[in-house]
C-alpha cells in the first residue's frame, strides 16, 4: 500500500472519485505554497509510480550460458608465399 504524507506548505484542495467498469480513479488536488515541498512530493510520487511498474512487469528468466560445442572451431589456414607479387 502507498502512502501520501505532505507538511505544512502543502494543502489539500480538493479530491474526487469515479468508478467505472469495476475500476475506482481517485484524484487529489494538493495545493502548495512552497516549490521545493512540491518538488519533494513530486519525487516521491515517481518513485511510487516507478516502483508500481516494476512490479507489474514479469521478471526476465536469465538464459543459461551457451553450451560448448564438442570440438572447438578450426583454426585459419593462412598460407605464407613470401615475397612474391
Not at 505532505?6 to 516549490?35: N, Q, W
Not at 507489474?56 to 605464407?80: E, G, V
Request: with cysteine; glycine share 4%.
Amino acid at each position: 500500500m502507498t502512502s501520501i504524507f505532505f507538511s505544512e506548505p502543502c494543502r489539500l484542495k480538493s479530491y474526487s472519485a469515479t468508478t467505472k467498469a469495476g475500476k475506482t480513479v481517485i484524484r487529489i488536488e494538493i495545493e502548495s505554497t512552497d516549490h521545493s515541498e512540491a518538488g519533494y512530493l513530486l519525487n516521491d510520487l515517481e518513485r511510487t509510480l516507478r516502483q508500481q511498474k516494476e512490479a507489474d512487469r514479469p521478471k526476465k528468466a536469465s538464459k543459461a550460458p551457451a553450451k560448448p560445442l564438442a570440438l572447438p572451431a578450426p583454426a585459419l589456414q593462412l598460407t605464407y608465399r613470401g615475397d612474391s607479387e
